[in-house]
């Protein structure tokens, strides 16, 4: 799938099949974090992949906005340096370009949680020179969903050509 019509496509997913993730295709989407662009490359991320059920179930429990966790095949818990402000930039687009990657492959995915989650921080051995900036969840989708069928306001809305509030057209 180009990388357009992932963009144009992917959906939040919070039900998936019992099925797990080919080791090739969690690669994939772990590089494709480690890939992403970083200011001045200082790649202040680490990501925490978490395939062990029980601990997956923990996760689900812990972030309460994210309960289907536990239905997933996957987690990854992404963490950024304290104090670095450029980090929750390059740790988001870590984040996105993952959703996508999965996205190409099969794989529905949806972010959980922002911020500092000290139970998760403790669940995962994070040092506390890093915290958290947001935890995914991956797996198959359980339902056929429909790619593309977004509610996004039209780009007139929300963009403008030179000024703000000049119309894109």
């Known amino acids: 799938m180009d990388v357009f019509e992932a963009v144009r496509t992917v959906l939040a997913v919070r039900q998936y099949e019992e099925r797990a993730i080919p080791a090739d295709v969690v690669r ?7 890939l992403s662009a970083s200011a001045q490359n200082l790649q202040p991320w680490q990501f925490v992949v978490v395939e062990d059920r029980a601990t ?8 309460t906005t994210g ?7 996957l987690v990854i818990a992404v963490f950024i340096v ?8 390059d740790g988001s687009r870590a984040i996105q370009n993952m959703i996508l990657a999965a996205w190409s492959d099969g794989v529905g995915s949806n972010w959980m949680g922002f911020g500092r989650m000290p139970e998760i921080e403790a669940l995962l051995g994070v040092p506390d020179t890093h915290q958290a900036l947001g935890v ?15 509610k996004r306001k039209p780009v007139g809305e929300i963009a403008s050509r030179e000024r703000f509030g ?4």
């Open 82 to 89: 304290k104090d670095k402000r450029i980090a929750v930039s």
């Open 67 to 73: 309960h289907y966790a536990a239905g997933a095949a």
């Open 136 to 150: 995914l969840a991956f797996g198959y989708p359980a339902q056929q969903i429909g790619r593309g069928l977004k």
């Open 166 to 169: 000049t119309p894109f057209a």
């Open 56 to 63: 997956i179930r923990r996760v689900g429990e812990i972030i």
């Open 28 to 34: 994939r989407i772990v590089e494709a974090g480690r």
